[in-house]
Nanobody, 115 residues
Framework: QVQLVESGGGLVQPGGSLRLSCVTSGFTFSINTMGWYRQAQGKQREWVAVVSTSGGNTNYVDSVKGRFTISRDNAKNTVYLQMNSLKPEDTAVYYC????????WGQGTQVTVSS
Protein backbone atom coordinates (compact mmCIF):
# COMPACT_ATOMS: atom_id res chain seq x y z
CA GLN A 1 0.00 0.00 0.00
CA VAL A 2 1.46 3.30 -1.11
CA GLN A 3 1.90 5.90 1.61
CA LEU A 4 3.04 9.49 1.18
CA VAL A 5 3.31 11.44 4.44
CA GLU A 6 4.14 15.11 4.06
CA SER A 7 5.17 17.30 6.99
CA GLY A 8 6.97 20.50 7.85
CA GLY A 9 4.43 23.07 6.78
CA GLY A 10 3.25 25.96 8.87
CA LEU A 11 2.73 29.70 9.10
CA VAL A 12 5.75 31.80 8.16
CA GLN A 13 6.31 35.47 7.44
CA PRO A 14 7.30 36.65 3.97
CA GLY A 15 11.00 36.10 3.46
CA GLY A 16 11.06 33.16 5.84
CA SER A 17 12.01 29.54 5.28
CA LEU A 18 10.51 26.10 5.73
CA ARG A 19 11.74 22.59 5.03
CA LEU A 20 9.17 20.07 3.94
CA SER A 21 9.65 16.32 4.23
CA CYS A 22 7.81 13.46 2.60
CA VAL A 23 8.28 9.97 3.95
CA THR A 24 7.18 7.28 1.53
CA SER A 25 6.49 3.57 1.62
CA GLY A 26 4.77 0.89 -0.40
CA PHE A 27 6.84 1.26 -3.55
CA THR A 28 10.49 1.20 -4.60
CA PHE A 29 11.43 4.77 -3.85
CA SER A 30 14.93 4.68 -5.32
CA ILE A 31 13.76 3.95 -8.87
CA ASN A 32 11.11 6.66 -8.95
CA THR A 33 11.55 10.24 -10.05
CA MET A 34 9.88 12.27 -7.33
CA GLY A 35 8.19 15.63 -7.35
CA TRP A 36 6.64 18.25 -5.14
CA TYR A 37 3.32 19.75 -6.12
CA ARG A 38 1.11 22.43 -4.58
CA GLN A 39 -2.49 23.49 -4.68
CA ALA A 40 -3.61 26.93 -3.64
CA GLN A 41 -7.18 27.49 -2.58
CA GLY A 42 -9.44 27.72 -5.60
CA LYS A 43 -6.69 26.75 -8.03
CA GLN A 44 -5.55 23.60 -9.77
CA ARG A 45 -2.69 21.58 -8.38
CA GLU A 46 0.61 22.53 -10.01
CA TRP A 47 4.03 20.99 -10.29
CA VAL A 48 6.75 22.73 -8.26
CA ALA A 49 9.95 20.67 -8.45
CA VAL A 50 11.24 17.28 -9.50
CA VAL A 51 14.33 15.25 -8.60
CA SER A 52 15.84 12.34 -10.48
CA THR A 53 16.27 8.89 -8.99
CA SER A 54 19.85 9.57 -7.94
CA GLY A 55 19.17 13.13 -6.83
CA GLY A 56 21.66 14.43 -9.33
CA ASN A 57 19.18 16.20 -11.56
CA THR A 58 16.52 18.65 -10.50
CA ASN A 59 14.07 20.99 -12.18
CA TYR A 60 11.79 23.74 -10.92
CA VAL A 61 8.84 25.78 -12.02
CA ASP A 62 10.04 29.26 -12.90
CA SER A 63 8.28 30.92 -9.96
CA VAL A 64 10.41 29.08 -7.37
CA LYS A 65 13.76 28.87 -9.14
CA GLY A 66 16.57 30.16 -6.94
CA ARG A 67 14.39 29.95 -3.81
CA PHE A 68 13.42 26.27 -3.47
CA THR A 69 15.66 23.20 -3.42
CA ILE A 70 14.44 19.65 -3.82
CA SER A 71 16.51 16.72 -2.57
CA ARG A 72 16.09 13.10 -1.60
CA ASP A 73 17.52 10.44 0.67
CA ASN A 74 17.04 7.03 -0.90
CA ALA A 75 18.17 5.28 2.29
CA LYS A 76 15.27 6.92 4.14
CA ASN A 77 12.72 6.80 1.30
CA THR A 78 12.26 10.52 1.85
CA VAL A 79 12.10 13.56 -0.41
CA TYR A 80 12.62 17.11 0.87
CA LEU A 81 11.78 20.62 -0.24
CA GLN A 82 13.80 23.48 1.23
CA MET A 83 11.88 26.70 0.71
CA ASN A 84 13.62 30.04 1.23
CA SER A 85 12.56 33.64 0.62
CA LEU A 86 8.93 32.59 0.85
CA LYS A 87 6.27 34.82 -0.68
CA PRO A 88 2.54 35.08 0.00
CA GLU A 89 1.90 33.50 -3.40
CA ASP A 90 3.64 30.34 -2.17
CA THR A 91 0.70 29.74 0.17
CA ALA A 92 -0.78 26.35 -0.68
CA VAL A 93 -1.08 22.74 0.37
CA TYR A 94 2.11 20.97 -0.68
CA TYR A 95 2.21 17.35 -1.80
CA CYS A 96 4.91 14.95 -2.90
CA UNK A 97 4.38 12.17 -5.42
CA UNK A 98 5.93 9.95 -7.97
CA UNK A 99 6.21 11.74 -11.27
CA UNK A 100 5.12 8.72 -13.32
CA UNK A 101 2.34 7.41 -11.10
CA UNK A 102 0.02 9.81 -9.35
CA UNK A 103 -2.75 7.34 -8.66
CA UNK A 104 -2.54 8.08 -4.94
CA TRP A 105 -2.02 11.35 -3.08
CA GLY A 106 -1.16 11.92 0.55
CA GLN A 107 -2.83 14.46 2.80
CA GLY A 108 -0.34 17.21 2.03
CA THR A 109 1.05 19.85 4.35
CA GLN A 110 -0.27 23.41 4.56
CA VAL A 111 2.15 26.26 3.96
CA THR A 112 0.89 29.75 4.75
CA VAL A 113 3.03 32.79 4.07
CA SER A 114 1.60 35.86 5.71
CA SER A 115 2.59 38.76 7.90
Amino acid sequence: QVQLVESGGGLVQPGGSLRLSCVTSGFTFSINTMGWYRQAQGKQREWVAVVSTSGGNTNYVDSVKGRFTISRDNAKNTVYLQMNSLKPEDTAVYYCNRVNNKSFWGQGTQVTVSS
